[in-house]
Antibody, heavy 119, light 109 residues
Framework: EVQLLESGGGLVQPGGSLRLSCVASGFTFTTYALSWVRQAPGKGPEWVSGISEAGGSTYYADSVEGRFTISRDNSENTVFLQLNSLRAEDTAIYYC????????????WGQGTPVTVSS | EIVLTQSPGTLSLSPGERATLSCRASQSISSISLAWYQQKPGQAPRLLIYGASTRATGIPDRFSGSGSGTDFTLTISRLEPEDFAVYYCQHYGSSPPFTFGPGTKVDIK
């Protein structure tokens, strides 16, 4: 069974940082690209960042470019999202999702981890 | 950037009725690049349809997708109690951003 389990969310002040993790199981991790997708309260999902199977290619939405960094550790079946210079508008549930959005939809999602940016 | 618009915002129907949800793109997109997701409260989105018309694994055949160009439709032939949820369309492929629509809520009349 495919599982994606996120962690690392929480309450942080504007300008602060967080590191999100997503541990995968139930599939061959090294053969799939992964993304982070966030969803603000009452809004539709928003793709944030993606990383290729080997980690050599990374992609970001304009809204987070230069502030967020995606990475993966294929020996630990884990993908990370480093969130820096956080703003109130970054408040959302952050989901880890399997798939390469350049040619495929997101076929499996984790349960999400909440991030709240507030003073 | 491709903008997706969904209508109606809310659809109030009874179990057993047919639901027709619309997704319109701001410019023509390939039909292989359109997906539909279902989301229930407190849950992550679940992939229903990809390539505009192909059901994902385990999705019942009462769900069907159609369309091309800028206009796409998700149809639920007969609503079951578990189908009352929010539905999102998404464009993928070509280049980022990989946008989602604002959603259509299907609630019980």
């Amino acid at each position: 069974e495919v599982q994606l389990l996120e962690s690392g969310g929480g309450l942080v002040q504007p300008g602060g940082s967080l590191r999100l993790s997503c541990v995968a199981s139930g599939f061959t991790f090294t053969t799939y690209a992964l993304s982070w997708v966030r969803q603000a309260p009452g809004k539709g999902p928003e793709w944030v960042s993606g990383i290729s199977e080997a980690g050599g290619s990374t992609y970001y939405a304009d809204s987070v470019e230069g502030r967020f960094t995606i990475s993966r550790d294929n020996s630990e079946n884990t993908v990370f999202l480093q969130l820096n210079s956080l703003r109130a508008e970054d408040t959302a549930i952050y989901y880890c999702a399997r798939g390469n959005p350049f040619w495929s939809p997101f076929d499996y999602w984790g349960q999400g981890t909440p991030v709240t940016v507030s003073s | 950037e491709i903008v997706l618009t969904q209508s109606p915002g809310t659809l109030s129907l009874s179990p057993g009725e047919r639901a027709t949800l619309s997704c319109r793109a701001s410019q023509s997109i390939s039909s292989i690049s359109l997906a539909w997701y279902q989301q229930k409260p407190g849950q992550a989105p679940r992939l229903l349809i990809y390539g505009a018309s192909t059901r994902a694994t385990g999705i019942p055949d009462r769900f069907s997708g159609s369309g091309s160009g800028t206009d796409f439709t998700l149809t639920i032939s007969r609503l079951e109690p578990e189908d009352f949820a929010v539905y999102y369309c998404q464009h993928y492929g070509s280049s980022p951003p990989f946008t989602f629509g604002p959603g259509t809520k299907v609630d019980i009349k």
